[in-house]
């Protein structure tokens, strides 16, 4: 084998091995500059083709970002540290973290670096998804999608709420950008009243996760007291938090009281509102069943009660609209083109009898989601953290998409446009205590940023369609999403006719 191959076979192995994104498909490449050698006359000959090669596929194969140094000029900053708007800025990026942060003119950026003009757009941090739930490894395609819808949408952290020991690895793949998506923080396989039949496998099942480094473990519906006591003694001794739903058997003030990491879906808090938060199982979809007996003055009260806690709130509130109210045309927005065809003919039957359904009231739907929206502004009102999450994929809520929904609510339950955005940036960080890692735009911080054509303080539709987005320092335009986001749906329809 000629120098020039050996040279050749090093450079472009070394470019697929230090890749931020995964080229099985190129690992050919390593033999092919042997079978080009074979063609070639002499030594020389073979160098230059080799040459030629290198500076013909390489440019064809450059992933759609990649981590390195770049500067973001003539950039408008909401850093979300404050609600100031820093005008005409200079953002210098280098190792995927923000290193410098300056008025134009008065930052210069380094020789080689990639520089990203603003054209007076805006930059601000990337958002959370803190409920989300990730896809096992067994379809890896489906999973590399779901993971670039979220970063399509501007969301470069993302909590997994049903984990496996796949997403182990999965994290560890994420965060090295072997895989391109969000940082992921995961729980393990859920505790609940089928994995659980007593407080000693409740303490067996924390402590083995905490052993296995799932980042907190995840509870559903159907503990007893008994074992939810033990599984939160557990995870206190161990070091790992407990969150998710608020068993019937517990209730929404002992879930407080015994510090639970965080509340989602509101889970608990309709039966709080009656007074009766112990009461059967039938309550319906988180307590919908309850609408006529809430009595509204224990809103403030349930409030308190969550801030004097210092739980967090995961509201999930445009899955619970998108899954209870009579929205037309759910099925036929244009995102669903992103998820499998059987996917969205599931959510769609799954509504279809819910709406079918002897029990079902409009009326009585659209008064359990106001009351959310009231617990959600009075949650707010209190100071108790509140988190961004819609809990995708479910039904009609797209990864990613979702997002934008969950925003929405916020807005509609009258918080302002910053602190609707704090919950999903400043707020995550302080949740995960990585206030010194994320969630603003600040020198030292990770580079997760989303560019935005207009401000979104003052419209946050302007996030639906980001100008770009960059995951720790990985740089994907808006040419690179649309190319993406186009991918997606060429293979679920192919996948639709099949």
Aim: hydrophobic residues 45%; contains cysteine; aromatic residues 6%.
């Amino acid at each position: 084998m000629s120098i020039g191959a050996i040279l050749c076979t090093a450079l472009v192995h070394s470019y697929i091995c230090t890749s931020p994104i995964r080229w099985p498909r190129y690992l050919a490449m390593i033999d092919f500059c042997t079978c080009i050698e074979w063609l070639t006359e002499s030594d020389m000959r073979t160098s230059a083709a080799y040459l030629g090669i290198i500076l013909t596929v390489l440019p064809a194969i450059t992933p759609v970002g990649a981590q390195g140094t770049y500067g973001i000029r003539h950039v408008n900053v909401l850093p979300m540290s404050s609600a100031e708007i820093l005008n005409n800025q200079t953002v210098l990026v280098d190792g995927g973290r923000i290193t410098a942060i300056g008025p134009e003119g008065s930052i210069r950026i380094p020789d080689g670096a990639e520089v990203i003009d603003g054209l007076e757009r805006y930059l601000m941090p990337g958002l959370a998804e803190m409920h989300a739930h990730v896809p096992g490894t067994s379809d890896q395609q489906y999973l590399e999608d779901v993971l670039f819808l979220f970063l399509a949408n501007g969301i470069t952290t993302a909590r997994g709420m049903l984990g496996q020991p796949a997403h182990l690895r999965l994290r560890g793949q994420l965060a090295s950008h072997e895989l391109l998506g969000p940082r992921l923080v995961t729980s393990g396989p859920s505790l609940n009243g089928r994995s659980v039949s007593s407080a000693a496998q409740a303490t067996q099942m924390v402590n083995a996760q905490a052993r296995a480094g799932y980042d907190f473990v995840k509870m559903h519906p159907g503990l007893s007291r008994e074992e939810y006591d033990a599984a939160m003694t557990a995870g206190e001794e161990a070091g790992i938090r407990l969150a998710g739903h608020v068993s019937t058997a517990v209730g929404l003030s002992h879930a407080l009281h015994s510090g639970q990491a965080t509340i989602d879906h509101l889970d608990g808090y309709m039966a709080y509102l009656v007074g009766d938060e112990l009461a059967d199982d039938d309550t319906g979809i988180f307590g919908s069943g309850l609408t006529n007996r809430v009595e509204r003055g224990r809103i403030a009260k349930a409030a308190a009660a969550t801030k004097a806690a210092e739980v967090w709130v995961v509201p999930t509130q445009s899955f619970v609209e998108h899954l209870m109210l009579p929205i037309p045309g759910l099925a036929d927005r244009p995102e669903m083109r992103y998820m499998p065809t059987q996917v969205v003919d599931r959510w769609r039957r799954s509504k279809e009898r819910l709406l079918s359904s002897p029990e079902y009231s409009a009326a009585s739907a659209e008064a359990f989601v106001r009351i959310r929206l009231e617990l959600i502004k009075a949650l707010h009102a209190a100071g108790a953290g509140i988190l961004l999450g819609s809990d995708a994929p479910q039904v009609f809520n797209v990864p990613g998409f979702s997002i934008h929904a969950e925003l929405a609510s916020y807005l509609e339950a009258g918080l302002t446009p910053f602190e609707v955005l704090s919950t999903g940036t400043v707020s995550p960080a302080r949740f995960f205590s990585a206030s010194d890692q994320f969630g603003a735009v600040e020198v030292g911080l990770a580079a997760d940023l989303i560019l935005s054509e207009d401000n979104p303080l003052e419209g946050l539709d302007t996030l639906r369609r980001p100008a770009g987005v960059m995951v720790r320092g990985v740089w994907l335009d808006r040419d690179a999403l649309d190319r993406g986001l186009a991918e997606i749906a060429a293979r679920q329809s192919a996948g639709a006719t099949d």
